[in-house]
């Protein structure tokens, strides 16, 4: 009798069970969602067949045959099309990395200022958000163009100092040429890295002991500028310059930082800077006041109470929102387009253009600035980790 | 949950109702919608450029208005989708226009790998140079900007063309590309290039919106052929014709004589066979000329686009010729008579 009763049970609950019909039901989703993945898929190629559009990725090979203003590999009209992808990669690269480090410094002195008991800065910290943060990006990106082309003399009348440049053409430098033996200035490098590493082992011990502090930071920036210059002084100096000549239009030879380059820098930097000057303030009214004050209690000086006691602790804070605004600034680098910096999406489009390969093209930019994102997310997710309040 | 999977199933259902309404004949959707939809450039002078009140005027404008009135018996029936050169494909293979005549030029791969046809050659032109002689006086060709910076637009043939002439002319040259065209005249103006470059015609249309045009010279060299004509979807036979006809109709007219003031009269008294059958009068035993029912539409196709739109001449004069600001010669625009380019098969 119970033995009937438990079995019946057992049958009606099948359907009833939450579980079974929680993975019925996600099963049904999936196959409904991977049907209409297929169904598109199939789709377009179907279509793209009956328009005779040719389609696939063998004319990343083909000869592009256009000139790009700015690129950091060496690249001319006769490479092939996937050379001036890599191209505009690295362009993005560039000034996304470079975008990065300008704005988080710009965003945390502008969110100190923000918190700052004086009126004056705190308020023009104030205006700059407020401004900042609510205009457009593009409308920057376009002002900021026009400011730095408009005042930039013409490049016959550039501002010179020594062998730099500086003219609406852009900056213009001497590049350095690496002869046999250059690689000593890496070996140079990392040499005063692992040096650097070790003193500031030392030092800490040192202060342990001592109490006394010792200027390590000094010391490593020094390290590393002395260490690549004496290696390179001991294979004999293998590095010459490529000075650029003046011609009739601007300058040749030498390495040219593009304005529009420039401008895109200070448009992302800038902007940027403002949402993560809020990430800071907000991240540094998250750590209790008590901290503040017990650290002033132990006789730490405002600005060293700030480094060594708030800053760790609102880094918790303020980590995953300036993961996201990181994201952001990459692939808010790809208004370049708008005022001829050759990012990944103006190189692309160029190509885009002359092969028609829409679909080819598009799926290259969403896997790269998908890669580069997951990229920048899972640093900074290790980064959070590290820091995260460790429970002892 | 319940609601996630009527969404989904919606969704499923309008995706599969969106693949098959593209299969449809262009000739069917443009009666269905009753307009045309014409894909043209973001303002380009003489070709296609939009007023304060969004009137579209210019060659390639006109002549979307008149293959409205040829299919639809209205010119004014068309939709205008300002494209940019690199979005232009794209929208044409989707479906989102139905003709583009964007001063587009006829390549061979564009040809054979796009999936798109072109209807005939609107207009003959050639990729040119213009400098400031204010900032560059000892420039007098394209063979002294050895080393110049030139601004243009991307996604076109000129990045190609530019290449292959310095190339060859073994000069240096850095190139700068925007998005679009109006952001290349500005750099150009600020001195951040020294030569902007595009098709000669689009060169005279920029230089009138410029400063100060006067010091601003079209260099005499033309370094390439472009010629410029409308396009269409592969594949759409019926459609490919019509607007490859209308064109045809349009320099058979000027050929002709036919004009849009006398097109009223010459149908009504003209005897010459050849004007007939383009207009479609009906011969005098009261039987149909036929060439419009054989494509699919009105007899009065090419009387109606002539009638609203003007023939070739006209449509030049009117837009970039000797009656428009920009005054460009007809050139190898003119007639094949005139010793020109222009050249029509027969209506017959």
Known sequence: MSLELTAGLQKRSFWNNGRVRGYALQALVLLILGGLVYDLIINTANNMANRHIVSGFDFLWRKAGFEVSFSLIPYSGEDNYARALMVGFFNTLLVSAVGIVVATVLGLVIGLMRLSRNWLASHIALGYIELVRNVPLLLQLFIWYRLVLTPLPQAKDAIAIGSVTLSNKGLTMPAPVFGDGAWMVLVGFFVAVGASVLLSRWGRRQQEVTGRKLPTGMLSVLLSVAFPLLFLAAVGWPVSFDYPVKGNFGFSGGMTLVPEFMALLLALSIYTAAFIAEAVRAGIMAVSKGQGEAAAALGLKPGLAMRLVVLPQALRVIIPPLTSQYLNLTKNSSLAVAIGYPDLVSTGGTVLGQTGQAIEVVLIWMVVYLSLSLLTSGFMNWFNARHRLVGR | ?348
């Open chain 2, 1 to 348: 949950m319940k609601n996630k999977l009527l969404t989904l199933m919606l969704g499923a259902a309008a995706s599969l109702v969106l693949a098959g309404a593209a299969s449809a004949g262009t000739l069917d959707d443009v009666r269905q919608h009753g307009f045309v939809q014409c894909g043209v450039s973001q303002g380009l002078m003489g070709f296609s450029v939009p007023d304060a009140q969004n009137n579209w005027t210019g060659m390639d404008v006109d002549f979307c208005r008149a293959i409205a009135a040829a299919v639809l018996g209205d010119g004014t029936k068309v939709k205008f989708t300002p494209l940019t050169a690199k979005e232009r494909f794209t929208a044409l293979q989707s479906g989102e226009i139905d003709v583009l005549s964007r001063n587009t030029t006829w390549t061979m791969s564009r040809d054979t790998s796009l999936g798109l046809k072109f209807a005939g050659i609107m207009y003959y032109d050639g990729q040119g140079f213009i400098v400031n002689k204010t900032k560059h006086p000892n420039v007098a060709s394209v063979k002294d900007l050895g080393g110049a910076t030139v601004c243009t637009q991307s996604g076109t043939t000129t990045e190609l063309n530019i290449a292959d002439y310095f190339k060859s002319h073994k000069m240096d040259y850095k190139l700068l590309t925007f998005e679009k065209n109006d952001e290349a005249i500005a750099a150009y103006q600020d001195g951040r290039c020294d030569s902007y470059s595009t098709d000669q015609s689009g060169l005279y249309a920029q230089r009138l919106k410029m400063q100060s045009p006067d010091d601003n010279v079209v260099l005499p060299e033309i370094i390439s052929k472009e010629p410029l004509g409308p396009v269409v979807r592969q594949g759409d036979d019926a459609w490919f014709n019509i607007v490859k006809w209308v064109y045809f109709a349009l320099v058979n007219a000027e050929e002709l004589g036919i004009t849009s003031k006398n097109v009223d009269e010459m149908k009504a008294t003209s005897t010459d066979p050849e004007v007939k059958r383009l207009l479609g009068a009906t011969s005098d035993d009261g039987t149909a000329a036929g060439f419009g029912i054989g494509m699919g539409i009105d007899e009065s196709w090419a009387f109606d686009a002539l009638k609203q739109v003007g023939n070739y001449g006209e449509i030049f004069d009117r837009n970039v010729g000797k009656d428009s600001p920009l005054k460009i010669a007809r050139g190898k625009n003119e007639l094949w008579m005139n010793g020109g380019l222009q050249y029509a098969p027969p209506v017959r």
